[in-house]
């Protein structure tokens, strides 16, 4: 069993000599972390004890976070929260983002490894204590925190952007960074961060940051308000050289649940994390959401209406797109609705679901600064068999882009409660431009609607396919909808030859909601994705 180890030294760097790298990578001191007010209690736990007399420990690994989850989950949850000092008091955003990790000490780049590793400073909303550990030859050792680490901005007024000595003393770090040369041989591209609550997001080869990941979601969208569990510690194992891929594990905790998360990071055209979770409720929780993605949709061809906006499409993603578990593809396009919208879409062992942004081209969205068109697509690929539940869609309306309003995860059909063996839920990540999902079958490009022409009762709705295999003439649209006075849908094909719309007209009369589908079916079936919307009353 894993134990406490007095007599060890923490990693620390000191500003003004070098790094004596022997040193760095030695055990750990408890007393040294407990000056964060206890937030390393899981460090200190998993963390081998050796005396001179004894043999070697065994070497760390994730049964043994699986293990300090299993042992918390039976104690009360204490949440801890930093109380913070200069300089990392009463910080506004941009202040906090001009604290800047110091390049010239980036961890595992003095050892020439493929990836290098940032630690973030608390401040600002980062308010969490964070354990982190780096996992060398078998053993886990953290790292002490220092605000040596940083370099702040000239408004610090600090001679040479070096913090006083001490400064910080106490505190602890709030995530971390990773880096790999993924574009190019020569720089160390940012690939992926770990940072606040359980959120962290990652990007593949030419794509830029946009959607985040969390590791668990509970109380989405409930009146009474959403639990937020954490990740307190990690352990990050130094990769070997010339490794294409990075371990970290993680204990997440909450006052409903303990949970242990082993990622294996593989950054590339595709950024794949594939990501076993284990998890111990304290108590049955029925709002659980597992592999939750959380994203921004402002507005986009289909509702642009009161938005004074150069710009024609304004979101993170366009859709969540799903495999159902019989294999059907569906798309449900986004929307940015005038009040809070949940919808569920049930399954047995889904193939795979994630929310989308389809549209490559500049000229879709007109940002040559956020460039929405760069921004990676998130695609949940279950390993094994998750039986019975629903997909779940959280829509919340915003006012600018500025903040996050999608969330999409799933949701088992029975609750989680306390088990001695907990609940496991193995999954891949795809950080991609498009999920990997070849079906030779129409894709939906976009949907757009506005008022119908001379009539202004009428709206028109259109959806643009990419073909498949299927020749147009061979194709026929299919609608369904829920309500209002629905035209029959019409298919022609676009400039090109290489996509066709789909379009048609509705009367919403006094309806509040109206859901839509529509497919193009062929000779065998059906011929493409079914697109699905919801349209709202303004």
């Known amino acids: ?5 007095d007599d060890a030294q923490p990693i620390r760097w000191t500003r003004g000599r070098a790094i004596d790298r022997r040193r760095f990578m030695t055990g750990v001191s408890a007393a040294a972390l407990a000056t964060a007010g206890g937030f390393a209690r899981a460090a200190d736990e998993a963390t081998p004890a050796v005396q001179p007399s004894e043999p070697p420990p065994a070497p760390f690994d994730f049964s043994q ?8 989950a039976d104690k009360a949850h204490e949440a801890r929260e930093l109380q913070l000092k200069p300089p990392f008091a009463g910080l506004a955003y941009d202040a906090y983002r001009s604290i800047r990790y110091r390049r010239d000490i980036a961890l595992f780049q003095q050892r020439d490894l493929p990836f290098s590793l940032d630690l973030l400073p608390p401040g600002n909303v980062y308010k969490r204590p964070v354990a982190i550990l780096i996992v060398r030859d078998g053993q886990p050792t953290p790292i002490a925190f220092s605000s040596d680490y940083f370099q702040f901005a000239p408004d610090f007024g600090f001679p040479d952007g070096a913090a006083p000595p001490n400064a910080g003393e106490g505190l602890a770090f709030s995530g971390f960074r990773l880096r790999f040369p993924l574009n190019s041989p020569d720089v160390m591209d940012e690939v992926a961060v770990f940072q606040g609550a359980s959120y962290f997001r990652a990007i593949a080869r030419s794509l830029i940051y946009g959607l985040s990941a969390r590791g668990l979601a ?14 307190t510690s990690f352990w990050i194992y130094e990769p070997a050289p010339a490794a294409p891929n990075i371990r970290v594990q993680a204990l997440l905790e909450s006052p409903s649940v303990v949970g242990a998360f082993d990622f294996d990071i593989r950054p590339g055209d595709s950024t794949v994390m594939e990501i076993h979770c284990r998890l111990f409720p304290r108590q049955e929780i029925g709002q659980i959401g597992i592999a939750p993605l959380t994203s921004m949709y402002y507005f986009g061809p289909a509702r642009r209406a009161g938005r004074d906006d150069f710009r024609d499409a304004v979101h993170d993603s366009a859709a969540l797109q799903m495999i159902h578990g019989s294999g059907r593809r569906l798309l449900r396009s986004l929307t940015n609705p005038a009040r809070v919208q949940v919808s569920a879409f049930e399954d047995e062992n889904p193939k795979g679901f994630g929310l989308t942004q389809r549209r490559r081209d500049f000229g879709y969205y007109q940002d040559a600064e956020a460039r929405y068109d760069k921004r990676p697509s998130a695609w949940i690929e279950p390993l094994g068999e998750w039986g019975r539940g629903h997909i ?17 995860f799933w949701r088992p059909r029975s609750p989680l409660a306390p088990s001695e063996d907990g609940h496991a839920f193995d999954y891949r990540l795809h950080w991609c431009a498009e999920p990997p999902d070849g079906a030779p079958i129409a894709r939906v490009l976009a949907c757009r609607s506005g008022r119908a022409v001379n009539e202004p009762d009428r709206r028109v709705i259109v959806v643009d396919f990419k073909l498949g295999e299927i020749p147009i003439a061979e194709l026929k649209p299919v609608l369904w909808a829920s309500g209002g006075g629905v035209s029959q849908p019409t298919l022609k094909a676009l400039p090109g030859g290489e996509s066709a719309r789909a379009a048609f007209d509705f009367e919403p009369g006094g309806a509040e909601l109206i859901e839509f589908q529509l497919t193009l079916a062929g000779p065998a079936g059906d011929a493409s994705e079914t697109w699905m919307y919801q349209w709202t009353a303004p």
Request: glycine residues 6%; charged residues 25%; without cysteine.
């Open 218 to 231: 509970i109380r989405t969208a409930d009146p009474k308000g959403e639990e937020f569990p954490q990740f």
């Open 65 to 72: 976070v699986v293990a300090l989850a299993k042992r918390r």
């Open 1 to 5: 069993m894993a134990g406490g180890a």
């Open 392 to 408: 779940m869609l959280v829509e919340i309306p915003v006012q600018d882009e500025f903040n996050d309003n999608i969330v999409a």
